[in-house]
């Protein structure tokens, strides 16, 4: 087991920019989930990709996208970059069982939006 | 709407001191209620799930329990090593596509020498 690997680890943009997030889940996992956390605060969901196709969604705007690739890496895009999405970003896989999934998480990447 | 409240939100013991955290929450059908253990600058790390009411699950010096309303995550003369933000998450079953964990806020755990 590798676990799950994000890059990059920090990163800086500045206001209406884009930004690409990348993740590689744990061998043999076929769900990702990609959660926010804003500094002093849990984990908020953002969606799930279940075999490449996004399965669910938290309260988040389409500006937040995602893709799921078959080789058990996946990336978040954010448009149009808001201060408010300076967070810790966190991706999380997990096998999709019929019980309730346990998430292994990545170690984060922080993005300061300027 | 699902909701995780923890507290306290910050707890400071003595090496030894044994103590206990609190998560209440409201689900409209829980699937599993999750305790994580966050270090600074990592992800979470999964410790515990939790499916029914009376359930307990004990890992070294840590031991999560469940009601209706509530878990606990009792620690026993814990460490130094044991300081970590400690979240608490509940994980639904779906009314159809998938619902993400909701996470509290967590509980920063510092255990002094």
């Known amino acids: 087991e590798t676990g799950v690997t994000q890059s990059p680890t920090h990163l800086i943009k500045t206001r209406g920019q884009q930004v690409t997030l990348r993740c590689s889940s744990q061998?043999?996992?076929?769900?990702v989930s990609w959660y926010q956390q804003a500094l002093g605060q849990g984990p908020q969901f953002i969606f799930q990709?279940?075999?490449?196709?996004?399965?669910g969604r938290g309260n988040f705007p389409p500006r937040f996208s995602g893709l799921q690739f078959p080789n058990y890496s996946s990336e978040l895009n954010v448009n149009a970059l808001e201060l408010d999405d300076s967070a810790l970003y966190l991706c999380?896989?997990?096998?999709?069982?019929?019980?309730?999934?346990?998430?292994?998480f990545g170690a984060g990447s922080r993005l300061t939006v300027l | 709407e699902d909701q995780v409240t923890q507290s306290p939100e910050a707890l400071r013991l003595q090496e030894g001191e044994s103590s206990s955290l609190n998560c209440s929450y409201t689900?409209?059908?829980?699937?599993?209620l999750f305790w994580y253990r966050q270090d600074p600058g990592k992800g979470p790390e999964f410790l515990f799930t939790?499916?029914?009411a009376g359930e307990e699950k004990e890992k070294e010096r840590l031991k999560a329990t469940l009601t209706k309303k509530e878990s606990f995550l009792h620690i026993t003369a814990p460490k130094p090593e044991d300081s970590a933000t400690y979240l608490c998450?509940?994980?639904?079953?779906?009314?159809?596509?998938?619902?993400?964990?909701?996470f509290g806020k967590g509980t920063h755990l510092i255990i002094q020498p």
């Open positions: 999380a896989s997990s096998l999709e069982t019929s019980g309730a999934n346990v998430l292994t």
């Open positions: 061998s043999g996992h076929n769900t």
């Open positions: 990709y279940y075999r490449e196709e996004e399965n």
């Open positions: 689900v409209s059908g829980l699937r599993g």
């Open positions: 939790l499916y029914s």
């Open positions: 998450a509940v994980q639904a079953w779906s009314r159809g596509g998938a619902d993400g964990l909701t």
